[in-house]
């Protein structure tokens, strides 16, 4: 898998969660301090990158490498892992302009939460290019689970190298994708 470092990932990740975190009122911009110690510390991440309070929980997975055993993430020397167990369902989207910069994203719910508001659903997400990279990712991940938990777009991707859904924007895909989960 091509591996992206660390400064660039939270970059990326910051810039896909501006707009929700200004909705939300979380002001500025990421500062040069921010993203050192997010360096020297990739817990940070997680604290300053998970999804914002809401239906539609997401953390971004920095690092990831497939494993037998499931996702390894985070820090190379001390990684976490997202089990093949722990992943309830799977989908896919590629989200951004076709004539412009685009990513496939991979999301792999692992909790669903009942609360006050409903239900939640704890997601972790993984940004790839497309091409190969996106087809291995989905081609792993279709594997890894029994078909019930892989949605159509993910064994599309796998299959054809496209996801069978497109979304102009994150916000319309986690609208889309909180929908499907609530039916």
Known sequence: MRSVDLAARVRIAFARTCPLRSRLGVKGTLRNADLRSAMRDPSLLKLAFDGVP???????????ELCESGIAHGDPANPSLVEWTAIRWALAAEVGEPEGVRIIILDLVVDRISGPDGKAFEIRR?????????????????RALASQF???????LAAEGAPSSWYQNLEEFESAALESLDS
């Open 54 to 64: 809401g239906r539609y929980r997401v953390q971004l997975l920095a690092n990831p």
């Open 126 to 142: 993984l940004g790839v290019e497309p091409g190969e990279e996106a087809t291995k990712w989905a081609s792993a991940i279709e």
């Open 150 to 156: 892989s949605a159509p777009s993910i064994k599309s």
